[in-house]
Nanobody
Framework: QVQLVESGGGLVQAGSSLTLSCTAS????????MGWFRQAPGKEQVFVAA????????YYEDSVKGRFTISRDNAKNTMYLQMNSVQPEDTAVYYC???????????????WGQGTQVTVSS
């Protein structure tokens, strides 16, 4: 069983940057694809970004391409989401995810963190 803990959320102004972190325990971190989903108020959870176990491949939802960067440090069991040029529409609860499958991590991951709130003011 994999446990995921997010950190780094908060209130920021539009155009600024923010970095989310996710620390994993309970499994072999490098064997898992990792990713992020987000859920805006009143909306469904949607895929944001994912990264393969080795870190060699990454995937992004179209609206965050060029602004967000996903990365991981397998020695620290930690994944990051660097968010640049954030906009009010990025306001959401961001969930860290893990899955054995790099395909399934983008659809319905097996493991979820509790979420961290990101609020972007205009």
């Amino acid at each position: 069983q994999v446990q995921l803990v997010e950190s780094g959320g908060g209130l920021v102004q539009a155009g600024s940057s923010l970095t989310l972190s996710c620390t994993a325990s309970g499994g072999t971190f490098s064997s898992y694809a990792m990713g992020w989903f987000r859920q805006a108020p009143g909306k469904e959870q949607v895929f944001v970004a994912a990264i393969s176990g080795s870190g060699s491949s990454s995937y992004y939802e179209d609206s965050v391409k060029g602004r967000f960067t996903i990365s991981r440090d397998n020695a620290k069991n930690t994944m990051y989401l660097q968010m640049n040029s954030v906009q009010p529409e990025d306001t959401a609860v961001y969930y860290c995810n893990a899955d054995n499958s790099v395909r399934k991590i983008r659809v319905r991951p097996d493991y979820w963190g509790q979420g961290t709130q990101v609020t972007v003011s205009s």
